[in-house]
């Protein structure tokens, strides 16, 4: 069996392990790479909106589990009290920076991590 893509009479893709007959009212297309691809005129093209749209939750994604490790730190007053002020500041302003990514110039295709403080 191999894999075949269609675009039912609906224009949804489909992907289907499939040797016999084109489905009824489908039409046989090229592989789709992401889900962030169009057909246009029998051939699959980037739609940007999409496709930022998708960087952006998975770089936030990447942020939110960054920023549950930092709050694990600053929201423990134990751990926070034991720690010097010049820490504390590295942390809070670490934390700062990991909220403001999303408003770097060229989110989500291009972004600077901060340095997390050791």
């Not at 670490?94 to 901060?114: A, E, K």
């Amino acid at each position: 069996m191999s894999h075949r893509y269609f675009i039912d009479a609906n224009g949804e893709y489909i992907e289907l392990m499939y040797d016999g007959p084109t489905p009824t009212g489908s039409t046989p297309v090229p592989r789709r790479e992401a889900e962030w691809f169009d057909l246009v005129d029998g051939a699959w093209v980037i739609n940007q909106t999409r496709h930022d749209e998708a960087a952006a939750k998975t770089i936030r994604g990447l942020r939110d589990k960054k920023l549950r490790v930092v709050d694990k730190i600053v929201s423990n007053p134990l751990r926070w009290a034991e720690m010097a002020v010049d820490k504390q500041k590295d942390w809070s302003q670490y934390r700062t920076d990991l909220l403001n990514v999303p408003q770097q110039f060229g989110f989500p295709n291009s972004i600077t991590w901060p340095v997390k403080p050791e």
